[in-house]
């Protein structure tokens, strides 16, 4: 075993073993004697030290020793293991990125499950535009890259157009959107500005889909993927559907309609108790246990790279990943503290998934982005983000804590009530990533 | 016998008098992104952010 003492995590029990750094996500595979090696320079050998302990014991000559030992020592140091001194856990500092906007409450549809239905009653029906376009400014001065436009349906916000017009091109457009109402002036509308288009897809035939969603809104939203495609948006088109207890034998068959529709990547969605589905909480979300998605998630997982499109369930199982995106440079994989989310009546909260009275951050009506982002909530829930893993007790000890994170906050609150827990999923997290790395020590030994 | 059992299961050869394990030089990979991909299959790879969240 690898000296704790540093907080080094180690994992298997073969010849090969795979080495955890104690801060960051970053992890390596390891043979004995590199382990051992390791284990001699953190306990303070020099290089010639351990060279020379090597020699004494298999009796092999110096040179060999010593460039053996340099080999790991050089890649240890490239791979920030270390020198141990330099150990230090990266944090995350607000930095103003991306908006997420609920744009309007209007919705030609009732979906059971919709989080922004129902408890936006009594609130404006729209974000006013000129509201609207001076955030985007703001955020494009700030150095801002992305704007994710939801709802409602935006595409029922009465200046919609020009708000698209208006945050391209230097801001990335992420179009939510239920479909229904995309024509082809809408999906050229959206090719010409370079928009990402998610459509909400929660069946993969109408009696699974227009249950939640509502009569005749599969066709409408199948001919209007057909339309985004025809305009050419392909690689930038994704499906999202939730797994619900209606959709979860269906979810299988989603994966088979994206790739009959030439969409390459389907997001597979947690069910929230939030807004309308609270009140629908009966017909969508009772009786659907954990194993239930659990059965789900072991099929996304192991279905591989089979087909043309790619499954994605790493939000339902809020940060199992073995590898953190390019785009997150401090190692930190959640958004939190690089987005606001803005409700229609102007509330600010730091993700869509936490869109509660405690996580209410301001207002956009009362201060400035670069306020709002060098806030004391929104420092706060970025020390959060950081230092969950080392708080919760259950994570302080686990391997997998610079890999997950503790995972989700959202989905901790939603189960447990609160962000300073995981999320019902721990578990089942923690098998799929031992069957994760014992596939890969089982690569390393046969190779 | 037993004790000749337990040198074989720690890779332990003998010549003549002298034990010395047997020496098995270092071994230490990294793995990239599309490695992890091409090997674990891309549900286990990355997310791309923002989060996904739809209404």
Not at chain 1, 126 to 147: E, H, I, Y
Request: charge should be negative; include cysteine; proline fraction near 6%.
């Amino acid at each position: 075993m690898i000296d704790n003492s540093m907080g080094y995590l180690e994992y298997g029990s073969g010849t090969n073993r795979v080495i955890l750094h104690p801060l960051s996500s970053w992890w390596l595979v390891m043979n004995q004697t590199g382990g051992a090696i390791l284990r001699a320079l953190l306990q303070g050998a020099t290089p010639e030290q351990v060279a020379s302990d090597i020699r004494g014991k298999y009796g092999i000559a110096f040179d060999t020793a010593i460039k053996d030992v340099f080999q790991v020592l050089d890649t240890l140091i490239a791979s920030k293991f270390l020198p141990s001194t330099a150990l230090t856990l990266q944090e995350r500092a607000p930095e103003p990125r991306s908006l997420f906007l609920h744009l309007t409450r209007r919705c030609n549809l009732s979906c059971l499950h919709c989080y922004a239905g129902d408890s936006s009653r009594g609130t404006p029906m729209d974000l006013p535009s000129g509201m609207v376009l001076g955030l985007l400014d703001k955020l494009k001065a700030l150095g801002g890259r992305a704007v994710t436009l939801s709802g409602g349906e935006p595409l029922l916000h009465p200046e919609i157009k020009s708000i698209i017009a208006h945050a391209g091109p230097e801001l990335e457009i992420r179009f939510l959107t239920n479909g229904t109402l995309m024509n082809r002036d809408w999906a050229d509308f959206l090719a010409d500005h370079g928009a990402k288009v998610q459509v909400s897809i929660d069946g993969s035939c109408p009696a699974v889909h227009d249950a939640i969603r509502g009569p005749g809104s599969f066709e409408k939203a199948i001919r209007g993927i057909e339309m985004l495609q025809e305009a050419g948006l392909s690689e930038r088109i994704n499906l999202a559907a939730t797994v619900m207890r209606q959709s979860l034998h269906d979810l299988p068959e989603i994966m088979g309609l994206a790739e009959r529709l030439g969409v390459p990547l389907v997001r597979f969605l947690p069910l929230r108790k939030r807004g309308t589905a609270v009140r629908c909480w009966e017909e969508i979300g009772a009786g659907l246990g954990r194993e239930d998605s659990e059965r789900f998630y072991d099929y996304a997982i192991h279905r591989g790279q089979d087909g043309a499109t790619r499954p994605e369930v790493s939000c339902g199982l809020s940060g199992f990943m073995l590898a953190m995106p390019e785009e997150t440079d401090d190692d930190i994989w959640c958004p939190v503290g690089r987005q606001l989310v803005v409700d229609v009546d102007g509330s600010v909260y730091p993700c869509a998934a936490m869109m509660t009275p405690d996580f209410r951050m301001g207002s956009v009506y009362e201060q400035g982005l670069e306020e709002l982002f060098h806030s004391v909530p929104m420092s706060d829930i970025c020390a959060a983000l950081t230092k969950r893993r080392l708080v919760i007790e259950r994570c302080a000890s686990c391997p997998w804590r610079n890999l997950c994170q503790s995972g989700c906050m959202a989905l901790a609150l939603e189960h447990k009530g609160t962000i300073w827990d995981t999320d019902d999923f721990c578990d089942y997290r923690q098998k799929l990533y031992e069957e994760a790395f014992d596939r890969i020590l089982a690569l390393e030994d046969e190779g | 016998m037993n004790k000749d059992k337990a040198k074989q299961d720690k890779g332990i050869t003998e010549t003549g008098d002298s034990a010395v394990p047997e020496y098995i030089p270092p071994k230490i990979k990294t793995y990239t992104s599309d490695e992890i991909l091409e090997q674990i299959g891309p549900a286990m790879a990355c997310s791309p952010t923002p989060c996904p969240t739809a209404p």
